[in-house]
Every structure is written in C-alpha cells, then in structure tokens.
C-alpha cells in the first residue's frame, strides 16, 4: 500500500474501491498520521477501500463525486477546525457516517462531537487497528440505525400530520409536546404556541379534577392504552371557549424521563347531533312535534315504575278533537293538520315540563300528569278544554290579523277522559282504556267536555257556555 501525498488540492487514492467492501475516506492534512491510519488499516485491506482528502473542500468534492460508507474525520484542517469541521461536513452529507480523529482527549468535548452528529470519536495515538476498524464498523450500523428512526420519525410525523382526528402527546406533568394540524384545527390553538402548555387548557374547568385523578389512576394502573370503544364521552375546551364532544383514545409510554401519554382525539358533535335526530325522529309525532305513541307510552312506564315503588299518584288524560272528521270534509286536510298542531301548542303551554303528552293516532291525543291528584288533572283538563275552545286555527298558513279575529280561522273543541292509574294497575293501557271511556262518554254527553273515568268519584266538567264559532 502506498500513499501519494501533494500540497495540490487533489485526493490521494490510497486502495482502489471494491464492490462489497467498506469505503473509507480519510480528511487528514498530516502525512504521518495518514500513515498510521493506513497502517492500523492494513489488516483490513481485503475488506475495505481507503481515500485521502488533505482539506475539508477536497472531501466535499470527492463526496460529491464518489460512494463512501465512512469518514474519519481529522479536526484541525487547513480550511477547518473543531467542532465547525464536524457541522460543515455533517450538513453537506447528513447521511453519512463520521468518525472523528482527534488528539484532543475531552470527555465533554467528545460529548460535544457525538451531538453535532458524528457517531465515535477516536484520540489519535491511543487507537489501534482493530479499535479503529470497529468504530468504522459500528459507526455505520449507528448510523444505519440512526436513519431508520429518523426515517420511521418521519413518517410518523406524515401520518400525524395528515391524521383527521387530532393527536397530542403530554409529558409526566401533562404538558403538551405534540399537537398536530387536526388539534390545532379542532381546538384553535397553534402549535407554536400551546407546546410545552398544560393540558388542562384544553379541559374545560369544571372537569379538570376528576380528569387528574383519571390521569393518575391510569398512571397506576397495568393497562397501557385505553381506545375510544371503551371508554366514555368527554368534553373538549376550545381556545375561544366553546365546548364540544368528544372521544378519546390514550396510551402511556414509560420513557427515560418519565411517562408520556398520547391522546387521538374525535369531536363527535356532527355524530351527536345526528343521532339525536335519529332519535327525535323515532320518538317524535313529525306533525306535532308531540312524543309519538311509542315514546309516549315508554314514558308513561317511567311514571308507572315510579307510582310503583313511592306511591305517588299518575293521572291521565286522553283528548280527542270533536268532529274532526267534519274540519277534514269542510276545510281540507292542510286545516285537519293545523288544528292538531294548534292543539300540540296549546297544550305545551299549559303543561309543566314534567307532563308527558303524546299522539296516539290521528286526532287522539294522551298526557300524564305525574304526582297530581285527582281534582288537580280536572282542573287542568278543564282549563285545557276552555283554552282549545278559544284557540284560532288558521284556514291557510298566512299569519293571523289580530284585528280579523275569526275572519280566515275556525275554532275547535275538544273532549276529555280523566282517570287515576293505581297501584294495581299492571301497565299504563289499563288507565289509558279507563279515560278513553271517560272520554268516550264525555263525547255521548254532549262533546266539549270532561269526563273522570269510572269508579273515581269526582265532579263532571261541563263549558259554562259553548263558543259559537265552533267547526262542524
């Protein structure tokens, strides 16, 4: 092996390159210690391809030009020196694995050397042959590795970045290291300037004790994430205040430094909200806005259970538009639907938000009246009756003139079944027939009226005076 030195600012090729082996390029400006290196090399030289650059722009050059897999790097140049050689080199070739040799013996330097990006770091004179060929060795698998993670951060950090559902990561004290683009859309804030804040910023405050103490029975606890799936709704705070629902999946890390927690994060509300559509729309008469007959007698079982168990009493009343048939014949259909949606509003207004009223079918309606007794439901039946005697229904959907009264509306009345449920009673139906006699009774008598159901004794309800513009 020999070695072509010049001052000219060419490389010496010391061994030509060979498929398979590990090429070398050695930046050294000083003869003698090229040598030594060529020499704690030599045992190596089926296995290995060495290059001399004398200055840190030859070796640029010569990279620029050829494949190598390893540098040892000399730190005192004629263009360089220190620790600048290590970073000049390592931004024009980051992938590239360095090994620094050096007469300078520093345990802090050599730290120093390691976290500007070179992999070993080797004093000059304590090194022999196959120490030098092992920190080659292992300086490229470093840095193999070094790449792969760098290569698996980012693409991590891709499917973070391009994630819909928004991703953070906190430290043992829960303040925020990682917010990514769907959290900053999700909750306002910019990356920039919630990174190292606490969590609780994004919790609004009456949740954030009982937050810790589920944070810390995690932290505890032998389970490493918890997914979405499992676990129940929270709510999220928004920069500017507003709340939302959500979903959270988390998983704990136990890192050098402590645990670090990760949270997925999905704002629910378009989902809640739809939902509760879904929901409405099966609980609800769409005409009225009224439970329908499926949700109405789910609630009336409520109060069933609840007479049950304290024995408080459940009242029910059920109304029925007199002559509806005849509204339909004479004014049309469109002002049969309005005088169901006149009754609907009327009766919401005179009942207490504990009420529950429903449409049972057509022009039939049902309401239970929970823990009032009986001469309470006829007062109330009573005063529901005269209130839907002097309720407007409009001929068409025009808004009504309070100075026409009567012109372009019809009236209509209505007749009323009371009956008390028992305890006794086995379900709802029992007292729903006992006022659907009642009511049926009130109807042979005359309409426009209430009637209690049999076996309750009690008043009978009839108008003082009938309203003369009643329709049929």
Known sequence: MSIALS??????????????????????????????????????????????ATSLKEARVWLHRNACDVVLLDLSLPDSFGLETVTRLHADAPSLPLVVLTGYDDEDFALEILAHGAQDYLVKGQTDGPLMWRAVQHARARKRLEEELRLSEERLQGIIGLAQD????????????????????????????????????????????????????????GVQARVMTNRREVQGLTADGREFPAEVSIAKLHHAHGLLFTAVIRDVSERKRVESELRRMATTDPLTGLNNRRRFLELAEVEMARLRRYGRPVLVLM?????????????????GDRALVR????????????????????????????ETPLASACEVAERLRHRLALADVPLNDLPLDPADLGQGCIRMTVSIGVAMSGEDDACIERALGRADRALYEAKAAGRNRVVIGDGYPGPVFAPASVPTSIAG
């Open 7 to 52: 001052g000219k600012p060419i490389l010496s090729q010391l061994q030509e390159p060979h498929e398979g082996r590990t090429a070398i390029l050695l930046v050294e400006d000083e003869d003698a210690d090229a040598r030594l290196v060529t020499r704690s090399l030599a045992p190596y030289a089926r296995r290995s391809s060495v290059a001399r």
């Open 166 to 221: 928004a991703i953070l990561t906190t430290d043992a004290d829960l303040n925020i290291t990682l917010f990514n683009r769907a959290a900053e859309s999700l909750f306002g804030y910019d990356a920039d300037d919630i990174l190292g804040r606490p969590l609780s910023l994004l919790i609004p405050e009456r949740f954030r004790v009982d937050h810790d103490v589920h944070i810390a029975n995690f932290s505890a606890s």
């Open 319 to 335: 109304l029925d538009i007199d002559r509806f048939k005849a509204i339909n014949d004479s004014h049309g259909h469109a002002t």
């Open 343 to 370: 009754l609907a509003e009327v009766c919401r207004s005179e009942l207490r938000d504990t009420d529950h009223i429903g449409r049972l079918g057509g022009e039939e309606f049902a309401i239970i009246l929970p």
